[in-house]
């Protein structure tokens, strides 16, 4: 994902709940935990974030000026909706748009490749969290290029995603978490279920063996055939739960927005 001014994102990741937006420092609880049941992510979400109302002078005028006035536009493959592609949503929105535009998704596995590019910012990719759509493709690396090989890649300001599976694609188990594209990579993954398309190693140094001493490759209470740790690199990190703290609760999304976005999709 990609939130304003930084690079673009491959969005790869089963997310329940992942909202993320660019404003500046909100009022939230920065000691407690994200919980590591995903039934339990709206109870902590409701305890340690508050109403949007309650923050608006701590955010990004742009922001607060686009969340005032939002558009819903839907995507159904059935075509009982405004558009039956995700792409075709996108491509109805004016470039440099100044409103928030909620495309709500159905359930559905949408086999697209999606780029959002930096002229249509305030854009929000919302599923049901009772029926979760899912997003992928089959396009790889040779095909496109590492970079842009990706499933959906964002470079706009303000982007958000509630509620929507990305899926990986990969042949047999060789996808890896990460790789030493540059000398000293930090890459966590917490809480996160990964599929057999996992490479056993987990990660790799990029042919820069050199790497493995300054590389910063983590995993924390995953779970599924992919995070299965008996054959990953030596260089793995194994994280404590003192070490990941900083990482799963509020302030570790500093720079960052949370909304409810809810509240426009009753």
């Known amino acids: ?3 304003k001014g930084s690079t673009p994102t491959a969005i790869h990741l089963a ?20 919980s590591a049941d995903a039934s339990a992510v709206r109870g902590w979400f409701s305890a340690n974030v508050r ?5 608006k002078a701590t955010l990004d005028l742009e922001l607060v000026a686009a ?18 592609k995700i792409n075709d949503a996108i491509k109805s929105i004016p470039e440099w748009n100044t409103r928030r535009v909620i495309i709500r998704i159905g359930a559905c596995e949408y086999r697209e490749k999606i780029t959002i590019e930096r002229t249509k910012p305030f854009i929000t ?16 690396a040779l095909q496109y290029g590492t970079m842009d090989s990706a499933t959906v890649i964002v470079y706009s300001d303000y982007f958000v995603a ?17 790789r030493a ?27 820069k063996p050199e790497r493995q001493q300054s590389v910063y490759f983590a995993e924390y209470k995953c779970s599924g055939p992919g995070a299965n740790q008996a054959g990953r690199v030596k ?22 927005f949370l909304l409810h976005v809810s509240k426009f999709i009753q």
Do not use: C
Request: aromatic content about 14%; overall charge positive.
């Open 1 to 3: 994902m990609s939130g």
């Open 15 to 34: 997310i329940l709940l992942a909202i993320f937006l660019t404003g500046y420092v909100v009022v939230s609880d920065d000691t407690t935990p994200i």
């Open 51 to 55: 109403a949007f109302r309650t923050r």
């Open 67 to 84: 969340e005032a006035n939002p558009l819903v536009i839907t995507v159904k493959q059935d075509g009982t909706s405004n558009f039956k």
């Open 125 to 140: 990719f919302y599923g049901s969290p009772n029926a979760m759509p899912t997003i992928t493709q089959s396009g790889t």
């Open 162 to 178: 509630a509620n929507i599976i990305f899926k990986v694609t990969g042949i047999g188990n060789m996808t890896y978490l990460g």
């Open 181 to 207: 594209w540059m000398p000293s990579p930090r890459v966590v993954f917490s809480y996160t279920t990964m599929g057999s398309v996992v490479h056993s190693a987990g990660w790799f140094d990029n042919f």
């Open 235 to 256: 260089y793995t990190k194994k994280i404590t739960d003192a070490q990941v703290q900083p990482l799963v609760i509020f302030k570790a999304l500093n720079g960052f």
